[in-house]
Nanobody, 111 residues
Framework: QVQLVESGGGLVQTGGSLRLSCAAS????????ISWYRQAPGKQREWVAS??????TYTDTVKGRFTISRDNAKNTVYLQMNSLKPDDTAVYYC??????WGQGTQVTVSS
């Protein structure tokens, strides 16, 4: 199975932007459904966004601010995050159906 590795997190001020990357160890052409999740300190992991074929879906709290996309040529799925808020602070993970959780990438939004 193709392994996914997250990167791109960091520290940003409120209102700032980050682009997270989910790089695959092989071709992602066979992966039709990839999602981003996040886990804030002391909270359960929650779903953020998914891309299935050409269809993109988002949790309500990030609609209009986050954009999920994929670049098959680079075997990478992205999560563009704009207008970041302190509540977006979390470890972000990407996951394919039937896959396992990776290390994630930390996003910290300062107020």
């Amino acid at each position: 199975q193709v392994q996914l590795v997250e990167s791109g997190g960091g520290l940003v001020q409120t209102g700032g932007s980050l682009r997270l990357s989910c790089a695959a160890s092989g071709s992602i052409l066979s992966i039709n459904f990839i999602s981003w999740y996040r886990q804030a300190p002391g909270k359960q992991r929650e779903w953020v966004a998914s891309i299935k074929g050409g269809v993109k879906t988002y949790t309500d709290t990030v609609k209009g601010r986050f954009t999920i996309s994929r670049d098959n040529a680079k075997n990478t799925v992205y999560l563009q995050m704009n207008s970041l808020k302190p509540d977006d602070t979390a470890v972000y993970y990407c996951l394919q159906l039937g896959g396992s959780w990776g290390q994630g990438t930390q996003v910290t939004v300062s107020s």
